[in-house]
C-alpha cells in the first residue's frame, strides 16, 4: 500500500520555539543546543548554548501568522496578498517549508484538520 502524503493546506501550525523580531522586522528563532553531543561540542569547541536562525522576509510573513488558528492555506493567502512576489509556486514551496519547520521541530500542528 502507497504512503500518503500529508496535505499540509489543511494543517494548523503552532510556534513551538521562542523568537522575536530584529531591528529589520525579521524574525529570529532561539534555538537551545541540547543533547549529549552539544554539551560536550560546548565545553571542549567552546560552541554556543543557543543558535539563533534568521528567517527572510517571507519565512518572517509567514511565522508571524502561524497563531495556533489559521491553517497553511489561509497563511498563503495572506503571504500572496502581502508578497506578490510570493506567489509563484506558493503553495508547493509554502509547504515544503511548512515541513521544514515542523521537522526542526520550530512548529507543531495542534490540530490534523479545521
Excluded at 32 to 55: D, H
Excluded at 62 to 89: C, F, N, P, R, S
Aim: glycine fraction near 6%; charge should be positive.
Amino acid at each position: 500500500m502507497a504512503k500518503q502524503k500529508k496535505n499540509y493546506l489543511d494543517y494548523i501550525p503552532q510556534v513551538n520555539k521562542k523568537w522575536e523580531l530584529t531591528k529589520e522586522g525579521m524574525v529570529e528563532i532561539t534555538v537551545e543546543n541540547t543533547g549529549m553531543f552539544n554539551r560536550i561540542a560546548q565545553k571542549v569547541f567552546k560552541k554556543p548554548r543557543y543558535s539563533f536562525i534568521k528567517l527572510d522576509e517571507f519565512g518572517s510573513c509567514v511565522w508571524q501568522e502561524i497563531d495556533g488558528k489559521k491553517t497553511i492555506y489561509e497563511i498563503g493567502q495572506i503571504l500572496k496578498v502581502q508578497h506578490q512576489k510570493a506567489a509563484d509556486q506558493l503553495y508547493e514551496r509554502l509547504a515544503k517549508f511548512m515541513g521544514i519547520l515542523e521537522h526542526n521541530r520550530y512548529i507543531v500542528f495542534v490540530k490534523g484538520v479545521k
